[in-house]
């Protein structure tokens, strides 16, 4: 008789790459859902005083619409310097440095910038 080996650690290390791999898109949505409410809350990230955003109540026009934006900005760090402290870059803006000022944590940020990403 030969013997088989089991096949439970085959199907288990199948069932763990298959939610390894299906893992990431939720969490990257829920991620950018949490930057939306950051964003669009007056009280926080209040991103709607100065930039039209779609889906934005009452948006102001100080700031550029933030549509396209993973276009503009295809490398995330470079947005998420912005939103940390876009003075870096440019001294003259009126940007809120979100990160500098500690307006907005890092995980907050990060989430904002999941959720431009988006548009």
Known sequence: MIAIPSMRPILILALLAGAAVSTPPARAQSAAAEGQKIAFDRGKGNCLTCHD????????????????????????????????????????TVMPPFGRNRILSEQEINAVVDFLQTL
């Open 53 to 92: 955003i779609r889906g934005g109540d009452l948006p102001g026009t100080i700031g550029p619409q933030l549509k396209d934006i993973k276009s503009k900005y295809p490398d995330r760090n470079d947005l998420v310097a912005i939103v940390t402290d876009e003075t870096k870059r440019n001294p003259q």
